[in-house]
């Protein structure tokens, strides 16, 4: 799987893209779907399979856009507050349609990206089980995973990059005005 970090920059991307989506649940969903493969190792030992249910349109559509609704609404807030000393919880976290939408298309981001560089791409889960490769940049995934690491890491630093000059350019025009 990529890492966060490069699915972070995804939901930052997307937010820039449609503003009027919420941040936050772009950031929980195109996250959450990784569960699976932590559950998956923890009752088994292994992580090798573990891309199921929430790898899956099927399953991120349904129960893990709402476990994504739940945790942003209810979870993302207090950890925010926590660790960015944020005492007040953006309005976006509240259970409204735009934080459906938003969990729903970071969920199907995530889904998209990891078929684009893994083995396992179990896209219609539970429905079936085959993995579904056509995504994939090569046919061999480890070099494919690479690809997508390297562009999203590229992606997000770029992202980080114009993000600092614009605050910075905005900065200076609020000083002399």
Same mark, same amino acid.
């Given at each position: 799987?990529? #890492?966060?970090?490069?699915?972070?920059?995804?939901?930052?991307?997307?937010?820039?893209?449609?503003?009027?989506?919420?941040?936050?649940?772009?950031?929980? !969903?195109?996250? @959450?779907?990784?569960?699976?493969?932590?559950?998956?190792?923890?009752?088994?030992?292994?992580?090798?399979?573990?891309?199921?249910?929430?790898?899956?349109?099927?399953?991120?559509?349904? /129960?893990?856009?709402?476990? !994504?609704?739940?945790?942003?609404?209810?979870?993302?807030?207090?950890?925010?507050?926590? @660790?960015?000393?944020?005492?007040?919880?953006?309005?976006?976290?509240? @259970?409204?349609?735009?934080?459906?939408? #938003?969990? /729903?298309?970071?969920?199907?981001?995530?889904?998209?990206?990891?078929?684009?560089?893994?083995?396992?791409?179990?896209?219609?889960?539970? @429905?079936?089980?085959?993995?579904?490769?056509?995504?994939?940049?090569?046919?061999?995934?480890?070099?494919?995973?690479?690809?997508?690491?390297?562009?999203?890491?590229?992606?997000? /630093?770029?992202?980080?990059?114009?993000?600092?000059?614009?605050?910075?350019?905005?900065?200076?025009?609020?000083?002399?005005?």
């Amino acid at each position: 799987m990529p #890492s966060p970090l490069g699915h972070f920059g995804v939901a930052y991307m997307i937010h820039r893209l449609k503003k009027t989506l919420s941040l936050p649940a772009l950031i929980v !969903s195109s996250t @959450f779907s990784d569960i699976d493969t932590l559950i998956y190792f923890l009752s088994n030992k292994s992580s090798y399979i573990g891309r199921e249910l929430f790898h899956s349109f099927i399953g991120m559509g349904t /129960l893990g856009t709402f476990i !994504s609704v739940l945790l942003t609404a209810l979870v993302y807030p207090k950890v925010a507050s926590i @660790f960015f000393h944020v005492n007040k919880p953006e309005q976006k976290c509240n @259970f409204l349609g735009t934080v459906v939408v #938003s969990c /729903l298309l970071g969920g199907f981001s995530h889904i998209l990206i990891d078929s684009t560089c893994h083995c396992y791409n179990p896209l219609f889960y539970p @429905f079936t089980r085959q993995s579904i490769d056509a995504l994939l940049f090569t046919s061999d995934w480890r070099l494919s995973y690479a690809i997508v690491e390297i562009l999203l890491l590229t992606m997000l /630093l770029i992202t980080l990059i114009v993000e600092n000059r614009a605050k910075v350019k905005e900065f200076w025009k609020t000083k002399r005005g």
